[in-house]
């Protein structure tokens, strides 16, 4: 079974860019979840989508957006790119909405210039 | 509001020595608690989590952590640590609300470091 995927692996954008990330979740789960990791923040939920609808999403201004397509794959668009939005973005999904397990991509790297 | 305190930022160890990573937690309903391990360039994996029932959980890899809920904590251990175990350690504690939605609220981290 192949596991959550994540593209591009490092991405490198300068400020004032926008970046755009992807996410498949493992086969047959319809919940995906969007982490940062940020040097010394540690590690931050920034959003959850869910059978296509955002559910939910952490304290994080509105240039970080995303969207779930039909087939449950996810992107998360972040405009307006400041220094601080370097940091590594982690996906994650789980089979239905009430489940405990969280299964993580290795992850984009986002670098900004 | 939840949080989760792992005191140890750092913690070295020899090889075949055991090893216990503190994990302190406040929640005000009840939780459900997680450790997650990340290699190096990679996400992170799942070693075992406290749903209910049994306190005493046995994860992957040789590990196991004890939910103690008077002293609030879930700490992890591993009997004999390998050169492989290297890693950064992450515990994570989550509620579940009527809608299904389930956010990890994680510590800071602890970086097991595992010397010959």
């Known amino acids: 079974e192949a596991g959550v995927t994540q593209s591009p692996t490092h991405l490198i954008k300068t400020r004032g860019q926008q970046a755009t990330l992807r996410c498949s979740p493992i086969?047959?789960?319809?919940?995906v979840y969007w982490y940062q990791q940020a040097l010394g923040l540690g590690l931050q939920f920034l959003l959850w989508?869910?059978?296509?609808?955002?559910?939910n999403r952490g304290n994080f201004p509105p240039r970080f957006s995303g969207r779930q397509f039909p087939n449950y794959s996810s992107e998360l668009n972040v405009n307006a790119l400041e220094l601080e939005d370097s940091a590594l973005y982690l996906c994650?999904?789980?089979?239905?909405?009430?489940?405990?397990?969280?299964?993580f991509g290795d992850g984009t790297r986002l670098s900004i210039l | 509001a939840q949080s989760v305190t792992q005191l140890d930022s750092q913690v070295p160890v020899f090889e075949e020595a055991p090893v216990e990573l503190r994990c302190n937690y406040s929640?005000?309903?009840?939780?459900?608690l997680f450790w997650y391990v990340q290699y190096p360039n990679q996400g992170l994996q799942l070693l075992l989590k406290?749903?209910?029932?049994?306190?005493l959980v046995k994860g992957i890899n040789g590990f196991e952590a004890e939910f103690n809920k008077s002293q609030t904590s879930f700490h992890l251990r591993k009997p004999s640590v390998h050169i492989s175990d290297t890693a950064e350690y992450f515990c994570?504690?989550?509620?579940?609300?009527?809608?299904?939605?389930?956010?990890?609220?994680f510590g800071t981290g602890t970086r097991l470091l595992v010397s010959p």
């Open positions: 994650a999904s789980s089979s239905n909405r009430y489940s405990l397990a969280q299964h």
């Open positions: 086969s047959g789960h319809t919940s």
């Open positions: 989508y869910d059978e296509g609808e955002e559910r």
């Open positions: 929640s005000s309903v009840s939780v459900y």
């Open positions: 406290y749903l209910s029932g049994s306190t």
């Open positions: 994570a504690v989550s509620d579940r609300a009527d809608t299904g939605f389930q956010k990890l609220v």
